[in-house]
């Protein structure tokens, strides 16, 4: 029961939440139209595995995971405007409760502020539908926070993972007959192909690659460094000097014989103060960094794959990350999160006590923060920032993409008059946790 009960509680109650707005005719036709509508308009990220649709005609169809995969990363931006307000706030609740859940670190105050939010959310449920609309998952939510003292991150445990396993098992080709067999040896053939993945270096298996492609049942394997990595996003610079050299967890697609391209003495500037910021501890002179760098447009992040301007669908490349201060200095602490748009990515070398150490870094085009006197109506954990460019020419365009805080699902709206106000909601990645 346990296993389920993350599941249950998240997609059953998202279901139940949606069914009885439809069932009191607060999600009318014409408001459905216009959820659809909203909902067209959100650009996803490469994280999404699916997209929502047409929800009016097929939401009963919709399982578990989309279930999830609706809550945390489209309803916010869906329902602004479509549900009356008290909903929208209700419904806001449920989605930052399972947030703080739902992810592969959760801190014991996280699980503590959920419960109480949990809590809130089934009191509104009353308040707002009737008693009637009081479910057993209501009662449910009030003992996750028992589940996660006992057995830890609802990653560790929950049954997402077996039931895409399954059904990427359904999906293998058989003959119709002795289909037991025949996914027996499957099974047994992804699993040695995958403990002889394991042992193959980064570039080897950057080599066969394209052989593998069909065996995408193996674990992601775990960096040593894990844990630094996890908080290099999050945490003071002065805490993740060691991380910036490590590169071995990031594939950067250099293409075969690209050409470098050459820095301007300006660019060499700003990267001079970024690497200084970086490694305080160490003198960089202007000649410690490279006048040679290699432009890519994507990299991947473990299984995360993110993509510049340009080079891929415009909606893969908004970050978050905690980096710029208000003058567009590198902020060394833990202050306040920008969003921005990547421009392209660098792999460009220092020279650091003597040695060639590489570095991957993306250029980043930081957005202004819509100001937070001006009401706006959207909820935690959206974001809104305007469509216009902040701190040109200073070092904080310049950044390590293991400062990467979240890639952002987003959508353009227009808000208190001012037009293509950028509304993005972080999507965590699956590597650099936040708030470790």
């Known amino acids: 029961m346990i296993t389920g009960l993350f599941i249950i509680c998240l997609s059953g109650s998202a279901k139940g939440f ?7 005719s607060i999600l009318d036709e014409k408001r459905m139209v216009q959820l659809t509508k909203n909902l067209q308009n959100i650009h996803t990220t490469t994280n999404s ?12 169809y919709y399982n578990s995971y989309q279930w999830k995969e609706f809550t945390l990363s489209y309803s916010m931006i869906a329902y602004k405007g479509v549900i009356p307000r008290e909903y929208f706030e209700c419904w806001a609740l449920f989605v930052e409760a399972c947030r703080l859940i739902c992810q592969p670190v959760v801190r014991m105050k996280d699980a503590e502020k959920a419960h109480i939010l949990f809590k809130r959310f089934g009191t509104e449920i009353e308040n707002i539908f009737g008693s009637d609309a009081v479910k057993p998952n209501h009662h449910l939510h009030c003992h996750l926070m028992e589940c996660i003292f006992d057995y830890g991150s609802p990653y560790s445990f929950w049954l997402f993972p077996f039931e895409r396993y399954n059904g990427d098992l359904g999906k293998l080709h058989t ?6 067999f025949t996914l027996i040896r499957k099974f047994a053939e992804m699993s040695a192909v995958s403990g002889l993945v394991s042992g193959l270096t980064r570039m080897q298996k950057l080599l066969f690659s394209p052989y593998l492609k069909n065996f995408s049942f193996s674990p992601a394997e775990i960096p040593e460094n894990y844990e630094q990595l996890c908080s290099a996003s999050c945490s003071p610079l002065r805490e993740c000097e060691t991380v910036w050299k490590h590169i071995d967890h990031i594939n950067d697609c250099l293409k075969k014989n690209q050409e470098s391209e050459i820095l301007d003495c300006e660019e060499r500037d700003l990267l001079k103060s970024m690497y200084q910021t970086m490694y305080q501890n160490n003198n960089i002179s202007f000649e410690d960094v490279g006048e040679f760098y290699y432009s890519l447009g994507k990299v991947y992040i473990e299984n ?5 301007l340009g080079s891929d669908r415009e909606r893969h490349c908004f970050v978050t990350a905690y980096w710029p201060d208000t003058s567009g200095l590198i902020n060394e602490e833990v202050s306040s999160l920008y969003m921005g748009r990547v421009k392209h990515f660098l792999r460009h070398t220092l020279r650091l006590n003597g040695k060639y150490v590489p570095h991957i870094l993306c250029e980043i085009d930081w957005k202004e923060k819509f100001a937070d006197s001006m009401p706006h109506g959207y909820l935690p954990p959206v974001m809104i920032h305007r469509n216009r460019s902040i701190f040109r020419r200073q070092p904080c365009i310049y950044m390590p993409v293991q400062r990467i805080h979240s890639i952002c699902v987003h959508s353009y709206q227009t808000v208190n008059g001012f037009k293509d106000c950028i509304v993005a909601v972080p999507n965590q990645l699956h590597l650099l946790l936040n708030d470790m």
Do not use: C, Y
């Open 49 to 60: 595995r699916w997209v929502p649709t047409d929800i009016g005609s097929k939401h009963q």
């Open 18 to 24: 949606f069914n009885e707005l439809v069932k009191q």
């Open 304 to 308: 995360t794959r993110i993509t510049a």
């Open 175 to 180: 003959n119709n007959k002795e289909m037991e």
